[in-house]
């Protein structure tokens, strides 16, 4: 045994199972250490082995499960535990919206010291073959069906023959061996939804259906990977934006393809999108071709520098990414920011930390919804609704 002054590497325990954290591992205390073990449920009563030791809580592994948790479920995928996509599978579905819901919230209150919380709104997906934009990895040499998905471990690729939770016609596609990569390129990415099927290895781009309107999309361009869940989302948007100040523009930071703009134009005399991928502006530009649209091929940092002082926004919609706002930008928000503000996340920490700055400056969390637009991974979407008081926004 390799001894440390917290733990000693190495110990077996047994302990029951509490929750599940962000990451998906099940989370435990023993002789008043937390403990995170990947592949446990709550209500798992498991024999663990500390295999590392960090300040103020351990990582161990799963050496017996003595007695199973009701919430846990046989996986549906042959190759789950080894491929490094779904975390969740042994788990319930019910179970996964609950553990989603309390980490959301736990990271709101922990994070982001809010004392009271809005009851979220919770949207549940089809739990299988509902990922309709899939990145692959090929096998070198390659030929037909040499494709998978990264390990765990990040070190090799694990070779695949279905995947339950890709859309049918990626399925179909991945079972009849009709995937192939670009020349010399190891990753690429297919996109299938309804009657639209891209891939960056063939037809790269073409339109895609959402509610009332069909976008440009090219299938080595990030666009949502969920597309029932994309159009909940954008139901509430619009919900959210025929509340706010129709006389004045709406801005869509980190637009991406123009998405929500292109569903939210009809609203507003003008919309302004910002979004520092090239590749993603020009789509944009095809998607959102309204009159007073405006884009901006900047980050959003840089492109509030450029506002004038007396700029003012009814609505605004940001969706960063994991990184969440950056430091300028929240600022910005917090001195000149709308009445109404839509904040997409993808990350809940980031959120929490973005809500506090906001909160503490001159907004109010009024309504907080989740979206599991990745079943069978610990990956969580949310959308947290700001609204300004009128004195600062007047300010």
């Known amino acids: 045994m390799v001894y440390s002054k917290y733990m000693v590497i190495g110990t077996l325990f047994t ?3 509490e929750g599940i954290s962000t990451g998906g591992a099940g989370v435990l205390h023993f002789q008043g250490h937390c403990i995170f073990i990947d592949y446990t449920v709550p209500g798992d009563l498991i024999t663990g082995r500390i295999i590392r030791e960090y300040k103020g809580w351990a990582q161990g592994e799963l050496v017996e499960i003595l007695e199973p948790s009701p919430q846990r479920r046989l996986p549906a995928c042959g190759v789950f535990g080894t491929c490094g996509g779904c975390s969740l599978q042994h788990l319930a579905y019910e179970t996964q919206i609950r553990e989603k819901t309390r980490m959301l919230q736990d990271a709101l209150v922990r994070i982001g010291g809010l004392p009271v919380l809005p009851e979220p709104a919770i949207y549940p997906a089809p739990p ?30 694990i070779p695949l023959q279905d995947c339950p939770i890709a859309d049918p016609g990626i399925r179909q596609a991945l079972r009849e061996k009709k995937l192939v990569p670009p020349p010399e390129q190891d990753r690429f990415t297919v996109y299938s939804r309804f009657n639209t099927f891209l891939s960056e290895g063939g037809l790269r781009r073409g339109l895609v259906s959402l509610l009332d309107r069909e976008l440009l999309i090219d299938a080595g361009v990030f666009f949502q990977s969920n597309g029932i869940m994309l159009e909940f989302l954008i139901k509430d948007l619009r919900r959210y934006a025929q509340e706010a100040d129709t006389s004045l523009p709406m801005a869509d930071l980190y637009c991406g393809v123009g998405t929500f703009a292109a569903l939210l134009e009809d609203l507003f005399p003008r919309i302004d999108l910002v979004e520092q991928s090239a590749a993603a502006l020009g789509l944009a530009r095809e998607n959102v071709r309204g009159k007073g649209i405006r884009y901006a091929a900047l980050s959003s940092e840089q492109w509030v520098k450029t506002l004038s002082p007396k700029t003012r ?78 004195a600062a926004y007047e300010a």
Not at 350 to 359: F, G, K, M, P, Q
């Open 313 to 390: 926004y009814g609505f605004m919609v940001v969706d960063p990414p994991r990184q969440g706002l950056s430091r300028g930008l929240r600022q910005w928000i917090v001195q000149r920011g709308p009445p109404l503000l839509a904040y997409i996340s993808c990350d809940p920490p980031t959120l929490a930390r973005d809500s506090r700055e906001l909160i503490q400056g001159a907004y109010e969390l009024r309504e907080v919804n989740l979206y599991d637009f990745y079943p069978q991974t610990a990956h969580i979407e949310s959308l947290g609704i700001f609204t300004r008081n009128r």
């Open 128 to 157: 299988w073959a509902y990922r309709n934009r899939v990145q692959f990895h090929s096998i070198r040499p390659f030929h037909p069906g040499a494709l998978g998905f990264k390990s765990r471990s990040r070190a090799t690729i």
């Open 15 to 17: 302990a029951p199972v």
